[in-house]
């Protein structure tokens, strides 16, 4: 049956949410407070990640944490704040970190990744709307033998969930990148990974969707959802009130702020991360992490994108020119010869990624309303879940048996 349907949200889980609800037959709109053209969807690396099945929520990330609070030039950083959101986040990212509940995460991160890398295939298949897609892999890229031990460790966990990955040495990297000029000791290789120019794909899947009676309004700020009991009847934005039968919030990391208004409560807050675009050649083929640095390098159409740290703070689009240049300087440690000039650090853009506390997102129903779906706490593999969510919750209110277990995502999960 046919549903009028309300997607909060125009990033990469708010347009996948609308492409395959409309393909559903509902009619559809997606609201967004910006102009689509920046944010998280916009800035990200651009992976597609089955070889991310660790999540941030990771054993030693609190030590770590502690330790890189201090250093400003630090990939990972959390600013403490005298905030009870923030507090009860941390506590709960506390609790996550331990060895068994990464353990049970890890075949969960791995699926949702699989399926998602699947859709994206069947997206480029039906040729839908043209897009950049490659399926190349991902180079881990270490320099010291420790750092290239620990990813070898996550690597044979990887193989033993079907998984294709290969350990590599500095010279098998430099027969795969041979004129990238990779200054390292070696790299762990994961064959399942693909990577995408985000900018391409979401200004033809918003076309796309017009194109499809999808209706689109921009820069219109959500203010309030009304409701009836169990049941949200509309939304009013700074324009307009919209009436319809299911609304979906897939608004990142101000997704949380939205919900607060119907009374319920997630955990989560916005991570902030960069990217410096270098739009010359650099002769970099394969997609690599520069792993120390922690430092996401993707080739992408017309630019090589340079990406990384993960800032929790407060939900703001300040750039600190300090992490922009720590981008800047692992660039040229690892590649010899390669410097980013201050006109391309300059332009460089950030964007805010919802983090829940146990790295896995928010995906359902909540018990408090028959007719919402929320979509968010992505964190840093937003760009590689957004198929795979957008499906889930047309499933969800498509009443289809769901492609995986939603028990997994539930978004009144505990910690």
């Known amino acids: 049956m046919s549903k009028k349907v309300v997607v909060i949200g125009g990033g990469i889980a708010g347009l996948c949410s609308a492409y395959y609800l409309q393909k559903e037959g509902h009619e559809v709109t997606v609201v967004d407070q910006s102009n689509f053209s920046f944010g998280a969807s916009y800035v990200n690396a651009g992976y ?212 607060k208004k119907l009374g319920i409560k997630i955990l989560l807050q916005a991570g902030k991360g960069y990217r410096i675009n270098v739009p010359r050649t650099t002769n970099i083929t394969i997609p690599t992490i520069l792993m120390e640095a922690k430092v996401a390098v993707t080739p992408m159409t017309g630019f090589t994108r340079f990406a990384g740290t993960m800032e929790i703070n407060d939900i703001n689009h300040k750039i600190n020119p300090v992490r922009v240049n720590a981008i800047a300087k692992s660039a040229s440690k690892y590649y010899d010869g390669l410097q980013i000039t201050n006109q391309e650090k300059e332009a460089a853009q950030c964007g805010l990624r919802p983090v829940s506390p146990d790295g896995l997102p928010y995906i359902g129903r909540t018990s408090k309303y028959n007719n919402l779906t929320i979509a968010t706490g992505h964190a840093m593999m937003g760009w590689s879940l957004g198929p795979a969510t957008g499906k889930m919750v047309t499933e969800i209110i498509s009443n289809q048996k769901p492609s995986l277990n939603l028990e997994n995502f539930r978004v009144e999960r505990s910690f």
């Open 48 to 259: 597609i990640t089955p070889s991310h099945i660790i999540s941030l929520a990771a054993p030693g990330m609190i030590t770590k944490g502690l330790k890189w609070m201090f250093n400003p030039t630090s990939p990972f950083y959390v600013k403490p704040r005298l905030n009870l959101d923030f507090i009860k986040w941390a506590l709960a990212f506390k609790r996550s970190a331990n060895k068994k509940k990464v353990a049970q995460s890890i075949p969960v991160i791995k699926d949702i990744n699989i399926l998602s890398r699947s859709l994206y295939q069947e997206m480029k298949d039906l040729n839908d709307f043209d897009f950049h897609h490659e399926h190349k892999g991902l180079l881990m890229a270490y320099k010291s033998e420790k750092a290239g031990e620990q990813e070898w460790k996550v690597g044979q966990k990887a193989i033993k969930l079907g998984l294709k990955v290969e350990n590599l040495s500095a010279s098998d990297v430099s027969k795969l990148e041979p004129k990238a000029n990779l200054n390292i000791k070696g790299a762990v290789y994961y064959h399942s990974d693909a990577h995408m120019t985000p900018t391409i794909f979401m200004k033809n899947m918003l076309s796309y969707l017009q194109s499809k009676e999808v209706k689109i309004l921009a820069e219109e700020e959500v203010k309030d959802l009304i409701f009836s009991k169990n049941v949200i009847t509309k939304l009013t934005t700074d324009k307009r009130e919209i009436l319809a039968d299911e609304f979906v919030v897939a608004a990142g990391s101000w997704s949380s702020k939205l919900i």
